[in-house]
């Protein structure tokens, strides 16, 4: 049974930096596309950046430039370094495996907070 651990949120000022990860249980993680996902107040969640098993990146536009996603399959974590961060980056991160269409697939985690102080 899948399950995540997203942790390293936390409170930073605007054009600073944080790394948040995600350890995941339960599924061949190697195999796996895994991806970042956040949801700010009162928005949908919406997918930022994904990885697939032979390390190949895709990112949204908001990110592009500004956030890496990259994974240690011998620990089953994926990680999302940001840099540049903006206060309209502030949101519940969340990671979850990912399918077609940069879509969610599986139970979520209970996500980290990152907050950006203007």
């Known amino acids: 049974q899948l399950q995540l651990v997203e942790s390293g949120g936390g409170l930073v000022q605007a054009g600073g930096s944080l790394r948040v990860s995600c350890a995941a249980s339960?599924?061949?993680?190697?195999?796996?596309?895994m991806g970042w996902f956040r949801q700010a107040p009162g928005k949908q969640r919406e997918w930022i950046a994904s990885?697939?098993?032979?390390?190949?990146?895709n990112y949204g536009d908001s990110v592009k430039g500004r956030f890496i996603i990259s994974r240690d399959n011998a620990e089953n974590t994926v990680y999302l370094q940001m840099i540049s961060l903006k206060p309209e980056d502030t949101a519940v991160y969340y990671c979850?495996?990912?399918?077609?269409?940069?879509?969610?697939?599986?139970?979520w985690g209970q996500g980290t907070q990152v907050t950006v102080s203007s």
């Open positions: 979850n495996m990912v399918v077609a269409g940069n879509k969610p697939f599986g139970s």
């Open positions: 990885i697939d098993s032979a390390g190949n990146t």
């Open positions: 339960g599924i061949m993680f190697s195999r796996r596309t």
